[in-house]
């Protein structure tokens, strides 16, 4: 008995190490990044400060968010970001539900390629999508990806589509047969009944679709060409942006010039809006996810 | 009877009208540019002042990106490591991590939480500096006896892939986060009667891995397959996806050579995809 005991006291010690080692290495590149840009010139080339600052140094951080573009670029991102995670999570929710409660002639066929669209890479089809928002002069604008959005064609939308489908097919049939006698028509079924009962996956896809639109850069770099700014855009363009706010003339001074640390800093603020979200939805995104049962009942 | 006709009839009108913006997305967005890529794809894509020119030039592009631009030599066989190797890593430690996770001891939601943050927080750029500043890679990992060893008695072809699991241990667990998820979700739905039976005649904790919980997650292994196959694909980890938004403004390549590079890019895609469905995917008994 009592050995029984000390073995489950090791193997519980054994778990924790393991859980505080594989934790440190995912939270690993944040601590690097905050012990980099918390360094001024001097810290950075001196061997001897490896995590520590040897002062607190904030400037770094202040410049960064300068080049990001600081709270315009945060808001107008955010704003224009929700609106298309709305979109998506509308439309998501109503083609799920279409396919997921009707037997209509060609919907499996159909589900089946709206399942293959998750492999077909941007690549194969943006460049004719480039010239036809060309043509309609939506570039520079948000339509890009409010529309795609809207028609269920957006980033990674057969994953949206198919949580919801995944999630109507769990509500028993009886309940809109009840309704459908009831007197209520099929689209009080879907936005009376259904809709406030898919809670979980709206929680899901909607944060989502809103995280993946606001990290996305490859697209945004060619739809917006500067015209809206994003954070992970401006991220690649760190060093043109820094230059031009602060350009070289002035910075005879070692201290303001382009280094490591203020890279650091504009990559970790380009973090921080996420992970301050995180916290305040991973709760409920954790209950969402048991809840929406993406892996089936 | 009459009645129930006609209720399926309307039923099937009402089910393709809430289908019909993914139609009407579908054959704007997603069919008119597959087919247009094609075309493109056999001919030289030239702009002028009134408009768009195309001439056919046969399986040029093609040749062009497989035997003589220098960025596809490089990117292409970098391609296929991340493919081969960071792949099947991705899946192998996210089964792992939510076998850590699946247990009921304390903290578990602290270390949860911690798991998942990169889901979140990843992105293109931020991928990219993290590997140009270094702090996608633990520091002072080749001063570790281990790591060591393994790079200097090993032969290259054996110590290559395991020195490339270390290099990018960060990045393959920053990948992880989604198929966590999914597995995790996959084995507390399993029924915990089935493990206490087990235990009851005596099967020993690896015996358990490999006859329970392993078969109960497997069709979860091929879907996370896909998913991590897609998602690496189409993350900024593939250099080849920059080569081709560069190429489609160089005025020597243009939409033409892109088109032929995607495509080549794609079936290489669909290619690991079949791997993966033959050596995951299929039907079991």
């Known amino acids: ?297 | 009877m009459e009645k129930k006709r006609k209720l399926s009839g309307r039923k099937r009108w009402v089910g393709l009208f809430f289908v019909s913006p993914w139609l009407l997305g579908f054959i704007v967005f997603t069919v008119y540019p597959f087919f247009s890529t094609i075309r493109y794809s056999f001919s030289r894509v030239r702009f002028k002042l009134a408009g768009m020119e195309t001439t056919f030039v046969n399986i040029r592009n093609f040749t062009d990106v497989l035997f003589k631009d220098p960025d596809f030599k490089l990117a292409l066989p970098q391609y296929l490591v991340q493919l081969f190797l960071f792949v099947p890593m991705v899946v192998v430690f996210s089964i792992l991590l939510s076998l850590l996770l699946n247990g009921r001891l304390k903290g578990q939601g602290f270390f949860r939480a911690v798991f998942f943050l990169p889901v979140i927080v990843i992105s293109g750029p931020v991928v990219k500096n993290l590997q140009t500043m270094g702090a996608a890679t633990l520091r002072g990992m080749g001063d570790f006896p281990v790591y060591r060893f393994i790079s200097g008695s090993l032969p290259d072809f054996l110590s290559a892939p395991v020195l490339y699991i270390f290099d990018n241990a960060i990045l393959i667990l920053w990948y992880t986060g989604v198929q966590t998820l999914i597995f995790l979700s996959a084995m507390q739905k399993t029924d915990r009667s089935i493990y206490e039976a087990s235990m009851v005649d005596g099967a020993s904790g690896w015996q358990q891995f490999w006859k329970i919980t392993i078969p109960t997650i497997k069709p979860f292994i091929f879907l996370n397959a896909i998913y991590t196959i897609v998602d690496v694909s189409m993350s900024a980890m593939n250099p080849i996806i920059m080569d081709i938004k560069q190429a489609m403004f160089d005025i020597k390549k243009g939409f033409g050579f892109a088109s032929a590079a995607s495509w080549i890019y794609f079936f290489i895609l669909l290619l690991a995809v079949l791997i993966s469905y033959l050596l995951l995917g299929r039907e079991r008994r």
């Open chain 1, 1 to 297: 008995m009592k050995i029984k005991k000390i073995y489950r006291a090791i193997s519980r010690l054994f778990f924790y190490i393991t859980m505080i080692a594989v934790g440190f290495i995912f939270l690993y590149p944040l601590i690097i990044m905050f012990a980099e840009s918390s360094k001024d010139v001097h810290d950075l080339v001196n061997p001897l400060v490896r995590w520590l600052p040897t002062h607190i140094y904030t400037a770094n951080f202040t410049r960064a968010w300068n080049v990001l573009g600081g709270f315009d670029t945060l808001l107008i991102s955010s704003g224009y970001m929700l609106l298309v995670a709305v979109c998506q999570t509308v439309s998501s929710a109503f083609i799920g539900y279409g396919f997921a409660k009707f037997d209509f002639k060609l919907n499996k066929p159909l589900f089946l390629l709206m399942i293959c669209t998750f492999i077909l890479p941007d690549q194969v089809t943006f460049m004719p999508k480039y010239l036809m928002f060309k043509s309609f002069g939506m570039l520079k604008t948000i339509m890009p990806f409010l529309l795609p959005a809207l028609f269920g064609q957006g980033i990674k939308n057969a994953i949206f589509i198919l949580i919801y489908y995944q999630f109507f097919r769990m509500i028993p049939k009886a309940l809109d047969e009840a309704a459908e006698i009831d007197g209520a028509g099929f689209f009080r079924i879907f936005a009376g009944i259904h809709l406030p009962l898919a809670v979980p996956a709206t929680v899901v896809v909607f944060i989502f679709s809103f995280v993946w639109h606001w990290n996305e850069s490859y697209l945004a770099d060619l739809y917006f060409e500067d015209a809206i700014r994003t954070f992970p855009l401006a991220l690649t363009k760190f060093t043109e942006y820094f230059q031009k706010l602060y350009p070289v003339e002035d910075a005879g001074n070692p201290l303001l010039r382009m280094n490591e640390g203020v890279r650091m800093a504009g990559t970790l603020l380009c973090i921080i809006p996420l992970v301050i979200l995180y916290l305040f939805v991973e709760p409920k995104l954790v209950e969402s996810l048991d809840r929406a049962g993406i892996t089936g009942e």
